[in-house]
């Protein structure tokens, strides 16, 4: 009797075993779909670097020149007709094409579209639309990104069906960093979108 419920036991575990190694092969991701994962990874991170300028950096170009903007406060002007975007919904889904809708919603919304209110540094969103153009503040501080990704060097970190983390070394003004950066990738229904600031 002993010696049966001592294989009973052993043949449950290497059971439990087998089901383990099974379900640990079967949630790494390929070689191959890390591959893929990185190609969308670069594709990805060139187009978030044009929406980081466009959010945070010199913004959308306008025509002419402007030398009497206030330093703070309200000064929408027309952007140009040469812009890719020419209204509120072109721009903020050129950015839902890069970012993750929780992002855009938790972070730059407010920057955008929206604005922080009286009590904050930058109360007024930097673009609205006016009589059925779009406009940016030019009062709106513009930011000189200085960072940048290397990803020719990208490494899959962790990956799932569903996401994946990718490490990449780090450039600040041109010179590389010590240390090394991890964006975070989601698949949506519309493909992947990051779910971390790029710039």
Known sequence: MKNIVKNLKRAALLTLAGILVIVSVGCGASEQEKNDALSEFRTLYEKSKEINEIIFGQGLPVDGEYTDVPESGEYYVPVSESSPYKTVEELKNAVLAVYTEEYFNSVLNSTMFVGYGENKDSPYPRYKEKDGKLMINLCHKSFKLRGNRVTDEAVVEKMTSGAAEISTPYELDGVRQENKKTLTMF????????????Y
Do not use: A, Y
């Open 187 to 198: 698949k949506t229904e519309n493909g992947w979108r990051f779910d971390d600031p790029t």
